[in-house]
């Protein structure tokens, strides 16, 4: 199995680099690539060290099986073309390919078998707040049809990228000292603070960013289901949380919600407010999976039903959600070689 990790210096190529070690996932061969400021740097993975080489339209790709992409939505546009023109299966962390109709768009928890129909031989990696709220939704779509949502997301300073995180704790130390704080990855200071703004704004007064969650949850559950969503910056390092309101077609009481994500992949229920546990960033950093608390039926409608979730986004929200797609084809024998 020959991989490749495009940008691979960044937070989710980092986090690629850890993650397929951790899983083991079968590599004879690892291939980093970059910009031209990262060519050249190096990267331990088992024991043997990487050199990232730059990202160019030649034949570098020949051979590989699985790409896994992370260096924005203009660099997967420009470079899709290279990367798969020699068989490889590209899985795109941005948002370039993700509401094209013949690209999948895949949370293994959900729809897995999506993957196996790619015409262009690209996958798309969902934006990092869906995914996380339809690795939870999923158990509860079961028990009944989801017809509405409504979500506000409380996103930490990684989903930025690693400057952004830097960033904020710079501006934390330059405050502590009277210094004005540095401010360039955010439209304001982030410290002590949070921004209700997320990407940019649309003409329907919502970003793009809550769009991402509106279009995005129906492709991935095939479903109706309409997502009104608020996104918020916090001034928490890692981990985004959100707060989550669904309508069903039937009442689904707190014990049902509770057995259905209790049991359901990449879903932990840390849900005891007599002894004031439920999920929060600090403890989610890190972890694999979505952890949900907080649940309750919903004070407004018999039908709703209201949870707080949180999850460490470069992980399940990047880079393990395309690991694991990666697993799923291996284990479905759909990739080459």
């Not at 020949?62 to 068989?87: C, E």
Request: charged share 25%; net charge neutral; aromatic share 6%.
């Amino acid at each position: 199995m020959k991989v490749a990790i495009v940008g691979a210096s960044g937070a989710v190529g980092q986090e690629f680099l850890r993650i397929l070690a951790e899983r083991n996932f079968p590599i004879d061969q690892l291939l980093l690539f970059g910009s031209e400021r990262s060519a050249g740097k190096k990267y331990p993975f088992k024991g043997k060290e990487c050199v990232v080489k730059p990202l160019q339209h030649n034949d570098d790709f020949r051979g590989v099986d699985i790409a896994f992409v992370s260096a924005g939505g203009d660099i997967s546009r420009q470079f899709a073309p290279t990367i798969t023109k020699h068989g490889a299966v590209m899985i795109d962390n941005s948002s370039a390919f993700r509401m094209d109709p013949d690209v999948p768009l895949v949370v293994p928890e959900c729809n897995a078998a999506d993957a196996l129909n790619r015409p262009r031989n690209i996958i798309s990696n969902p934006n990092c707040t869906t995914i996380m709220m339809v690795v939870v939704l999923q158990p509860l779509e079961r028990l009944s049809h989801i017809k509405r949502i409504r979500v506000s997301s409380y996103q930490s300073a990684s989903g930025a990228g690693a400057a952004a995180m830097a960033e904020l704790e710079e501006q934390y130390r330059q405050l502590m000292t009277g210094t004005q704080p540095t401010v360039s990855k955010f439209p304001y200071q982030l410290a002590y603070n949070v921004i209700p703004r997320i990407d940019a704004f649309t003409e329907t007064g919502y970003t793009k960013e809550e769009m991402k969650m509106f279009n995005e949850t129906r492709k991935i559950m095939h479903t109706d289901v309409k997502c009104s969503a608020t996104c918020v910056r916090v001034s928490s390092l890692r981990s985004h949380s959100e707060s989550v309101w669904i309508e069903t077609e039937r009442p689904i009481s707190v014990e049902e919600a509770r057995r259905a994500i209790a049991t359901a992949p990449g879903c932990q229920l840390k849900d005891d407010i007599a002894h004031d546990i439920y999920p929060m960033p600090l403890d989610t950093a890190g972890k694999d999976d979505i952890y949900v608390g907080r649940i309750r039926k919903d004070l407004a409608d018999e039908n709703g039903l209201t949870f707080w979730l949180s999850g460490d986004q470069i992980r399940k929200g990047a880079a393990l959600n395309a690991v694991q797609i990666a697993e799923y084809l291996v284990k479905s024998e759909k990739v080459k070689g």
